[in-house]
């Protein structure tokens, strides 16, 4: 079982919609969460972390934490054409660095 | 901040020849990291340093990859001899903390053939 599960998408979305991305992880130690975006031909940008379970919102964007459940969730609401970029899972452990799931392509249509 | 440098850009080598990749962390970041993206097996972790001292290079593939830091402001990768197999986005990011978030520079995309 990988330690972090995307489905590689691609995800599409109409523009206005909200994008619902998943992440699910195997280590029930794993203490903090982050979503990067990463256009194509780019390096991985840093959107939202999370640590608690709950939610933690930051302007369009929702980060959902199920510690129970072991998933954590991205949610963009009124989605752009820009939001349009592959969305990778991490996570921290608490023994090495951060690990990466292989990420969720969006695709918003106009 | 000019936030974290990679060099080169763009490296097209022949097989058996050495390859540098060169990175300069944000400054004030005790952790530098080595990240290599494939398409089938996204972004893999090959080794990081904490205080220019390495301390996790389980990631690093085999011999012929090599990292060093000697100093806070200088890391690089080296690949002796290079393999059409090494070719990748190869990215170098850093952080005040591994539990926190990590800033990417643009990476290097190194091409063997």
């Known amino acids: 079982q990988k330690e972090v599960e995307q489905n590689s998408g691609p995800l599409s979305v109409p523009e206005g919609a909200i994008a619902s991305l998943n992440c699910t992880y195997s280590d029930r130690g794993s203490q903090s969460f982050f979503w990067y975006r990463q256009y194509s031909g780019k390096s991985p940008e840093l959107i939202m972390f999370i640590y608690s379970n709950g939610d933690k919102e930051d302007g369009r964007f929702t980060a959902q934490l199920n510690k129970a459940s072991q998933y954590v969730s991205l949610l963009i609401r009124d989605s752009q054409p820009s939001d349009s970029a592959t969305y990778l899972c991490a996570l921290y452990t608490g023994r090495r660095a951060l690990t990466f799931g292989s990420g969720t392509r969006l695709q918003v249509q106009p | 901040d000019a936030g974290v440098i990679q060099s080169p850009r763009h490296e097209v080598t022949e097989m058996g020849q050495e390859v540098t990749l060169r990175c300069k962390p944000i400054s004030g970041h005790d952790y530098l990291f080595w990240y290599r993206q494939t398409m089938m097996r996204g972004l893999e972790l090959l080794i990081y340093?904490?205080?220019?001292?390495?301390?996790?290079d389980s990631g690093m593939p085999e011999d012929r990859f090599s990292a060093k830091m000697p100093n806070a402001s200088f890391s690089t990768l080296k690949i002796q001899p290079s393999e059409p197999r090494d070719s990748a986005v190869y990215f170098c990011?850093?952080?005040?903390?591994?539990?926190?978030?990590?800033?990417f520079g643009s990476g290097t995309r190194l091409t063997v053939v």
């Open positions: 990011a850093s952080s005040s903390g591994l539990p926190y978030g990590y800033t």
């Open positions: 340093f904490n205080n220019n001292v390495p301390i996790d």
